[in-house]
């Protein structure tokens, strides 16, 4: 992290199978504000996310869920 500001945090992602799954969750939490940096990690199903300010879990979920994947908390 390059500010003392920036956020961290990580949730476990299910349902990935490919590459392709991860660009999905990656694309869609990168289309949220105040994200900075994305890491979808398809063999740990870790989505770690870089963020501005302090994103609520569910609103981090809802993006991975529209995406089509399940989301919670690690």
């Given at each position: 992290m390059n500010?003392?500001?920036?956020?961290l945090k990580s949730l476990k992602v299910t349902g990935m199978s490919c590459g392709h799954c991860t660009t999905q969750v990656?694309?869609?939490?990168?289309?949220?504000?105040?994200?900075?940096?994305v890491d979808?990690?398809?063999?740990?199903?870790?989505?770690?996310?870089?963020?501005?300010?302090?994103?609520p879990d569910d609103v981090l979920s809802k993006a991975i869920v529209m995406a089509g994947y399940q989301a919670e908390p690690l």
């Open positions: 500010k003392e500001s920036d956020q990656q694309t869609a939490l990168e289309g949220l504000e105040d994200v900075l940096e979808v990690s398809l063999q740990e199903e870790t989505a770690t996310i870089k963020m501005a300010r302090n994103i």
